[in-house]
């Protein structure tokens, strides 16, 4: 019997950017053991998803074409696969999509059980579409890398986050505020007043003198930072951290691991830390709550539909958005 058919967006090459997009018609998808299909209410974009499309993670990812992007997806359950225990039909979650198989862009979706959480229903699926790999990797590398109770019941640490109204900074600006940081943060001068209203206690615009040097208008020394940002060399990080400080790069590159591998050589107890995600239901339920207890908040830069897919890729490509670009589906 010939499968129902959804409307999707993929590409069939590397590279390309929006313009490579491609709105089709494929099959929709069945779930597997410990699997979960989904009809779709919103997606998000994250840096991650335009960088494999222009072949950073080759031969890894993707691994096949024709690829349908995105990770973040929220949405309802339709049907579960063999296995699964904690979803049934009717139920509304928030999860990711499998990076090699991909599928957020498209009007159903599968994705494993241990990657998904229940989302309450009364507050919209876009609000909750931005958190998987943003939010989890706030979440992460405050908690795992720089040991951040957020509870607020450690010890009190001064905490430079930088990039702070993107996606993953403007998480991290507020999580680290439930931990009872000292949040210095950079953005561009158009975005102070917005990263203030997240928490945050000190913010300097990147393009003056003071935000280039990343050093905080109080003199204070960074014992962690969260760095969003495009690569700063070493000599600009080392002044301004405290005798232990680590530096995570949220967006490592070769060079980046490579630094790593040198500082624990030369700066043994200021340490550069690549950052990579690993996602999962416990981490993601934890941001869910959060959200409904009215301690995070997703900002939502714009929303596109499924059919304007191109102009919210640009748009991430772009660099500029303040919070997370959301598509949503009717």
């Known amino acids: ?4 058919l959804m409307h999707a967006v993929q590409y069939n090459a590397y590279g390309g950017g929006p313009n490579a997009l491609k709105q089709v018609e494929v099959p929709i998808p069945s779930p597997n053991k410990d699997e979960i299909l989904i009809k779709m209410e919103a997606a998000s974009i994250n840096p991650l998803d335009w960088k494999i499309q222009k072949r950073i993670l080759w031969p890894i990812l993707p691994a096949k074409f ?13 049907e579960v696969g063999k296995g699964v225990t904690k979803f049934k039909a009717g139920d509304k979650v928030v999860g990711l999509t499998s990076p ?23 507050i919209s699926a876009s609000e909750f579409a931005g958190l998987p790999v ?28 930088t990039a702070a109204s993107g996606g993953v900074g403007h998480y991290a600006v507020q999580l680290a505020k439930l931990g009872n940081a000292h949040v210095t943060a950079t953005c561009g001068a158009r975005n102070i007043e917005f990263v203030k209203s997240l928490g945050a ?3 300097i615009d990147y393009r003056t003198p003071e935000g280039a040097a990343l050093k905080s208008p ?56 690549p950052w990579f995600l690993l996602p999962n239901c416990r981490d993601l339920q934890y941001l869910v709550d959060l959200v409904k207890q009215g301690k995070l908040r997703t900002i939502i830069d714009s929303k596109y539909p499924l059919t304007k897919a191109a ?20």
């Open 218 to 273: 109080s003199g204070k020394k960074y014992d962690a930072v969260i760095h969003c940002a495009n690569e700063f060399p070493w000599s600009v990080f080392e002044p301004n951290l405290s005798m232990n400080a680590k530096v995570v790069d949220m967006s490592p590159t070769f060079g980046s691991v490579i630094s790593f591998a040198l500082k624990k050589l030369t700066f043994p107890k200021k340490q550069l830390v």
């Open 1 to 4: 019997m010939e499968k129902r």
């Open 311 to 330: 102009d919210g890729w640009a748009k991430s490509i772009d660099g500029h958005a303040t919070g997370k670009i959301i598509f949503e589906f009717e």
């Open 66 to 78: 024709p690829y349908i992007p995105c990770m973040d997806v929220a949405g309802e359950v339709i």
């Open 201 to 203: 206690d000190e913010v």
């Open 134 to 161: 943003a939010g989890i990797t706030a979440l992460q590398a405050l908690s795992q890398s720089i040991g951040i109770k957020l509870d607020g019941s450690g010890e009190r640490k001064n905490i430079l986050v």
């Open 100 to 122: 090699f198989s991909g599928g957020g862009l498209a009007e159903f979706a599968v994705i494993k059980e241990s990657v998904t959480a229940l989302r309450p229903p009364e």
